[in-house]
């Protein structure tokens, strides 16, 4: 095994199973939320972060040892995690609400005063958190309001430092997701709304940060939007957008994009579906941007389409 492959299954293994100790904690079952953390904190080259098993300690009732965990926290997206996923712990215990909220306030107070962090920054991470939570649920009217609260902070944070490389990062992080949310919330002043916000950061990445390295996931949040909201100009101006992410993409998606363009677009097609939102002639763009062998019938299925599809 070359190292590349070691290092990406380190990265792999790491991330599933803090994945699965989470769910563990949330399952109230302190064992083996513990026996995951341990086992991606021996896998991962410098450790996991200590956080993680501080909410074991918390779920057990040992404020004290998970306060001291968390005292280990030193950047403002660990902060942010940390808090949020007390607060989740929080909601779904109401016996220990009280207990678990104020130490959720009293770890905010405590690492904004040590490590001199800025609220904005704390509380994107905390929104950004929920919105991965509640994506995961499909509970896309949460998810967009926190997409929303995370765009209202990273604007903020860009007010504050606009020269900074990892500020525009957040603010072009918030404008994606949140762009990304409207589309499962699709009235058309929402998919407006989209299409403005994505259109205002493709300017800015063009002129302020061009080596903006998800620029390319734009594309499929614009031309998703332009299709949806099926006005005069959208479908041909939608088609447009797809097939310059497709061309954008042939060499930059093995480093930008998690996994391969056409099957980035399929699974979109498939989520937004799934969550009963109604693509007009979905057949007929998937037949303008890709060969119709592309999908099988259980994959046309998947996307509420008969197979072959009439167009």
């Known amino acids: 095994m070359s190292s590349e492959e070691e290092t990406v299954l380190i990265a792999l293994a790491d991330s599933v199973l803090i994945n699965t100790g989470i769910t563990y904690l949330l399952m109230a079952q302190a064992d083996s939320a513990q026996y995951y953390f341990e086992w991606a904190d021996s896998l991962a080259p410098f450790g996991i972060n200590p956080h993680y098993l501080g909410h074991v300690d918390l779920l057990r009732g040992d404020s004290t040892a998970a306060l ?6 030193t950047q403002a997206e660990e902060a942010g995690y940390a808090i949020a996923l007390i607060e989740r712990m929080a909601s779904i215990y109401p016996t220990r609400q009280p207990l678990y909220t104020c130490c959720a306030d009293l770890l905010r107070k405590r690492l904004l005063k040590k ?13 950004h958190f929920k919105i991965q939570l509640f994506r995961a649920q ?7 309001h926190w997409s929303e609260q995370t765009l209202e902070y990273a604007q903020n944070l860009l007010n504050e430092q606009s020269y900074s490389p990892q500020r525009k990062a957040i603010w072009l992080n918030a404008c994606l997701d949140y762009s990304y949310d409207l589309l499962f919330n699709p009235s058309a002043e929402n998919l407006g709304q989209g299409i403005g916000y994505v259109r205002q950061a493709q300017m800015y990445l063009n002129e302020f940060y061009p080596d903006y390295a998800y620029k390319n996931l734009l594309y499929t949040n614009l031309a998703h939007a332009l299709w949806l909201r099926n006005g005069p100009g959208d479908h041909e101006n939608a088609l447009t957008t797809y097939r310059n992410f497709f061309n954008s993409s042939r060499d930059a998606y093995e480093n930008n994009i998690p996994c391969d363009p ?10 937004i579906h799934r969550a009963g939102v109604q693509w007009p002639d979905l057949p007929g763009l998937i037949q303008q941007i890709a060969p119709i062998e592309i999908l099988s019938p259980e994959e046309w299925k998947a996307i509420g389409v008969d197979y072959p599809p009439n167009h």
């Open 138 to 144: 499909a509970n896309w009217k949460e998810a967009l």
């Open 68 to 73: 001291l965990a968390f005292g280990k926290i």
């Open 115 to 127: 490590l001199r962090l800025q609220p904005d920054e704390v509380d994107y991470y905390n929104a």
């Open 262 to 271: 056409w099957e980035m677009l399929y699974r979109d097609f498939r989520d």
